[in-house]
């Protein structure tokens, strides 16, 4: 089915341009609909698996890009690990296109092999309305915190990219088994590029409720996503990010929570959600290998 793309200009504030992020390596095709997506070690975890955040990302450049309006909400389901060396299909669908608002989909997929569905509406509405009613913990500015030492290093993973600093949390060996009865924890992000100010930015640091699970747990713990949830509420520039975590709960070898993502001037930009299966990494300096769908 032929889809016709929406008449907005690029001159508009809400007609975001391609390639918001350099580092994913979105490419465009002939058709204005499909996109390929390289699996570059550069956006993968240590494991060579293609990094869930940076999966949903790139499927909001696609629908930002055909669309050309900013998005609102966007929500993905992880269905199957993409290995480095991949090359994925990302196919947009605007379902709806109305005055103000777009419903749009993409599949993400590698041959035959769905590996990612997002859903997601895109828009904007000029009103008077105005707020934002969470409350931002009381942190250390980035440069007073201490950097996150991640267990399996930073090499050949997402995480050379980018630079973090924890604000309410523990190091590895502080990891001494006792829960933190509000399952709170929160770290300092910032990506290259002044990515951090756009929502495909925003939907990678949101990635980070599985670090929030095993702050909650006290435990070298965390997890493959079965979603990601980004809620877009105002982008303003800003170089890091306080990534606010939350864990709800932990149940059945499953967990739950958000993340609020804050400007460095207080202004909340968006929120995130995801559920999880938790993992223990082993002491043999390996965690363990699933499949998703298990």
């Known amino acids: 089915m032929k889809h016709d793309a929406?008449?907005?200009?690029?001159?508009?504030?809400?007609?975001?341009?391609?390639?918001?992020?350099?580092?994913?390596?979105?490419?465009?095709?002939?058709?204005?609909?499909?996109?390929?997506?390289?699996?570059?070690?550069?956006?993968?975890?240590?494991?060579?698996?293609?990094?869930?955040?940076?999966?949903?990302a790139a499927a909001i450049e696609a629908m930002e890009a055909v669309s050309r309006r900013p998005v609102i909400w966007a929500t993905g389901q992880y269905l199957s690990f993409a290995k480095v060396g991949s090359m994925l299909d990302l196919d947009v669908t605007l379902a709806v296109h109305g005055k103000a608002t777009t419903q749009a989909r993409v599949v993400v997929k590698h041959g035959n092999t769905e590996i990612l569905t997002v859903n997601g509406a895109l828009g904007s509405r000029d009103t008077d309305a105005e707020g934002s009613f969470a409350v931002k913990p009381d942190v250390p500015p980035p440069e007073e915190c201490k950097a996150r030492r991640h267990r399996f290093g930073t090499q050949n993973s997402i995480n050379e990219l980018f630079e973090s600093r924890i604000a309410i949390g523990r190091d590895l060996e502080e990891l001494d088994g006792v829960p933190?009865?509000?399952?709170?924890?929160?770290?300092?992000?910032?990506?290259?590029?002044?990515?951090?100010?756009?929502?495909?930015?925003?939907?990678?640091?949101?990635?980070?409720?599985?670090?929030?699970?095993?702050?909650?747990?006290?435990?070298?713990?965390?997890?493959?996503?079965?979603?990601?949830?980004?809620?877009?509420?105002?982008?303003?520039?800003?170089?890091?990010?306080?990534?606010?975590?939350?864990?709800?709960?932990?149940?059945?070898?499953?967990?739950?929570?958000?993340?609020?993502?804050?400007?460095?001037?207080?202004?909340?930009?968006?929120?995130?959600?995801?559920?999880?299966?938790?993992?223990?990494?082993?002491?043999?300096?390996?965690?363990?290998r699933s499949a998703k769908g298990e």
């Open 6 to 56: 929406p008449e907005v200009g690029p001159d508009r504030p809400d007609a975001p341009g391609p390639g918001t992020l350099p580092f994913l390596g979105l490419l465009r095709t002939h058709n204005e609909f499909r996109w390929t997506l390289p699996v570059e070690q550069s956006i993968c975890t240590w494991a060579g698996n293609l990094f869930g955040g940076a999966g949903l």
């Open 180 to 288: 933190v009865p509000d399952g709170r924890s929160a770290m300092w992000a910032r990506l290259p590029d002044g990515g951090a100010s756009t929502a495909a930015g925003l939907a990678v640091l949101g990635d980070f409720v599985p670090f929030g699970i095993g702050q909650a747990l006290g435990a070298r713990a965390g997890g493959n996503s079965l979603d990601n949830t980004l809620r877009v509420i105002r982008l303003v520039p800003t170089n890091w990010v306080l990534c606010d975590i939350r864990v709800h709960g932990v149940h059945h070898g499953f967990g739950h929570g958000l993340v609020h993502l804050w400007a460095e001037d207080g202004t909340l930009m968006a929120t995130a959600s995801q559920s999880t299966i938790v993992r223990y990494w082993s002491e043999q300096g390996q965690p363990p």
